[in-house]
């Protein structure tokens, strides 16, 4: 299994950016998969996710609006569109996946065993 993250970058606020995670070695579909970002000095908190059972997408309050998470299945890659970015999204992004049926808390880091090496954005003027 394995999770490769893209797409980061330096971006002014208010500009957009698109990230990508292209999994091997498992079938995309199957798992619950998800977004993350870690920020100096703070702990790694969940951004979006796609749960395996019903396919619902979930949001942070704080990205909610302003990032859509999706999928390819034929490319086997999940995406996380990210609009309106602030300064306060600075962050390493990592791509995470799991394969258990009905997590009890799908953003929660903790649940997700497989991690992709992360990416950075940078939001800055």
């Known amino acids: 299994v394995q999770l490769q993250a893209s797409g980061g970058g330096l971006v002014q606020p208010g500009g957009s950016l698109r990230l990508s995670c292209a999994a091997s070695?498992?079938?995309?579909?199957?798992?619950?998969i998800g977004w993350f970002r870690q920020a100096p000095g703070k702990e790694r908190e969940a951004v979006s996710c796609?749960?395996?059972?019903?396919?619902?997408?979930h949001y942070s309050d704080s990205t909610k609006g302003r990032f859509t998470i999706s999928r390819d299945n034929a490319k086997n890659t999940l995406y996380l569109q990210m609009n309106s970015l602030k300064p306060d999204d600075t962050a390493v992004y990592y791509c995470?996946?799991?394969?258990?049926?009905?997590?009890?808390?799908?953003?929660?880091?903790?649940?997700?065993?497989?991690w992709g090496q992360g990416t950075q954005v940078t939001v800055s003027s």
């Open positions: 796609i749960t395996n059972t019903d396919g619902n997408r």
């Open positions: 995470a996946a799991d394969p258990k049926v009905g997590l009890a808390d799908p953003m929660n880091r903790f649940e997700y065993k497989y």
């Open positions: 070695g498992f079938i995309l579909d199957y798992y619950n």
